[in-house]
């Protein structure tokens, strides 16, 4: 199962919206690896059938044979048919999986239409690891939303900019470089008004390795984003501008530039979040990589829509200035947002911080 996770983690940046999946077909006595597969783009094949295919390459007998999978096979038609039947077809006897698919379209029908075709069927191997690669496809299907995961560049002292709003650049370039990396994983990028105003910014990967640039959200309750602004610069990619209210003149100038706009008024004059991540997940979007300023940050934060921090804290103190989440001032400390830390690890100069929002789960 440990070679199916390897192969599943190729998938990502690679499948959306679909799960990463890996595929390793063994013989029956496991003394060979017959074929081996991850998901493709969507429309494309699934990890079982790419296993399938590069046994058939090698000229490998799949008859009798172990596939140990990282997620349940489907067993509907989309743009793709069932695996589940591909595999029983092709006369695989046994299928380990590390856990049901949570889409509704399969929860456990692939498992029984495996059982029905006299397949062995164990589940269990690699949850853990297997749900985590898949957290974001796990969250859109089980809670309807994606999962958020919010990025920070920040002084030692929590400080994001300066008083006057400068922040390039807190944090090395080996930060920088991994904070694109995790762009790169995510079904969609998210950042705010203020930040494409302030800063101008491309908003898209550049530092690491991309099949596609991912697309952008942009929160804008007031429809102030320049048609000219960089963000536009970026070939191909979908830009999804959400407002509070409507401005038919600066949408249609929006429009010429390609941007999707949409109207989702929360109160306050602002942008309903709660209604934009369910608009998002409608969309395909498994995972959201938030890049925005402490006022939107904060907002997400109070209406416990962050699942997830990526913070990267660099080696310096910036005293006073703009910090990382504006949710204050508390009155008590139990009033706090309790995180559980996934991981430290030095990146450069620079320490990247994984926390998660305590005991969230679904």
């Given at each position: 199962?440990?070679?199916a996770?390897?192969?599943?983690?190729?998938?990502?940046?690679?499948?959306?919206?679909?799960?990463?999946?890996?595929c390793?077909?063994?013989?029956?006595?496991?003394?060979?690896?017959?074929?081996?597969?991850?998901?493709?783009?969507?429309?494309?094949?699934?990890?079982?059938?790419?296993?399938?295919?590069?046994?058939?390459?090698?000229?490998?007998?799949?008859r009798?044979?172990?596939?140990w999978?990282?997620?349940?096979?489907?067993?509907?038609?989309?743009?793709?048919?069932?695996?589940?039947?591909?595999l029983?077809?092709?006369?695989?006897a046994?299928?380990?999986?590390?856990?049901a698919?949570?889409?509704p379209?399969?929860?456990g029908?692939?498992?029984?239409?495996?059982?029905?075709?006299?397949?062995?069927?164990?589940?269990?191997?690699?949850a853990?690891?297997?749900?985590e690669?898949?957290?974001?496809?796990f969250?859109?299907?089980?809670?309807?939303?994606?999962?958020?995961?919010?990025?920070?560049?920040?002084?030692?002292?929590?400080?994001?900019?300066?008083?006057?709003?400068?922040?390039?650049?807190?944090?090395?370039?080996?930060?920088?470089?991994?904070?694109?990396?995790?762009?790169?994983?995510?079904?969609?990028?998210?950042?705010?008004?203020?930040?494409?105003l302030?800063?101008?910014?491309?908003?898209?990967?550049?530092?690491?390795?991309?099949?596609?640039?991912?697309?952008l959200?942009?929160?804008?309750?007031?429809?102030?984003?320049?048609?000219?602004?960089?963000?536009?610069s970026?070939?191909?990619?979908?830009?999804?501008?959400?407002?509070?209210?409507?401005?038919?003149?600066?949408?249609?100038?929006?429009?010429?530039?390609?941007?999707?706009?949409s109207?989702l008024?929360?109160?306050?004059?602002?942008?309903?979040?709660?209604?934009?991540?369910k608009?998002?997940?409608?969309?395909?979007?498994?995972?959201?990589?938030?890049?925005?300023?402490?006022?939107?940050?904060?907002?997400?934060?109070?209406?416990?829509?962050?699942d997830?921090?990526?913070?990267?804290?660099?080696?310096?103190?910036?005293?006073?200035?703009?910090?990382?989440?504006?949710?204050?001032?508390?009155?008590?400390?139990?009033q706090?947002?309790?995180?559980?830390?996934?991981?430290?690890?030095?990146?450069?100069?620079?320490?990247?911080?994984?926390?998660r929002?305590?005991?969230?789960?679904?």
């Open positions: 199962m440990a070679q996770l390897a192969l599943a983690a190729r998938a990502i940046g690679l499948s959306e919206p679909n799960p990463r999946v890996g390793v077909i063994v013989s029956a006595d496991g003394a060979r690896v017959l074929g081996t597969g991850h998901t493709q783009p969507a429309g494309q094949a699934h990890a079982e059938i790419m296993a399938l295919r590069d046994a058939a390459a090698r000229g490998a007998d799949v009798g044979a172990t596939a999978v990282t997620l349940e096979p489907c067993s509907h038609h989309g743009r793709t048919g069932p695996c589940c039947e591909a029983a077809a092709a006369g695989i046994r299928v380990v999986a590390s856990l698919d949570p889409n379209l399969v929860a029908q692939g498992f029984a239409r495996l059982r029905a075709a006299g397949v062995a069927v164990e589940v269990g191997p690699g853990r690891e297997s749900r690669l898949n957290i974001g496809f969250s859109r299907m089980v809670r309807g939303r994606p999962w958020v995961r919010m990025k920070i560049a920040a002084s030692l002292d929590g400080q994001t900019a300066l008083a006057n709003g400068r922040s390039q650049w807190i944090t090395g370039e080996a930060a920088r470089a991994d904070g694109h990396a995790w762009r790169a994983r995510a079904g969609a990028l998210l950042t705010g008004i203020g930040t494409v302030d800063d101008d910014p491309r908003l898209d990967v550049r530092l690491a390795p991309v099949g596609k640039q991912p697309p959200v942009v929160v804008d309750s007031r429809l102030q984003t320049p048609p000219a602004a960089a963000l536009f970026v070939a191909g990619r979908p830009v999804w501008i959400y407002a509070a209210e409507a401005k038919p003149d600066a949408q249609t100038a929006l429009e010429a530039r390609s941007a999707h706009v109207q008024a929360g109160a306050g004059g602002k942008v309903d979040l709660a209604a934009l991540l608009d998002l997940a409608g969309r395909g979007v498994n995972e959201l990589h938030v890049e925005a300023g402490f006022k939107l940050n904060g907002s997400l934060l109070r209406e416990a829509l962050v997830e921090f990526l913070v990267y804290l660099a080696p310096k103190l910036l005293g006073p200035g703009r910090g990382m989440v504006n949710i204050g001032p508390l009155e008590d400390l139990a706090g947002v309790a995180l559980e830390f996934g991981g430290i690890e030095r990146v450069g100069a620079d320490l990247r911080v994984l926390a929002v305590a005991g969230r789960d679904f």
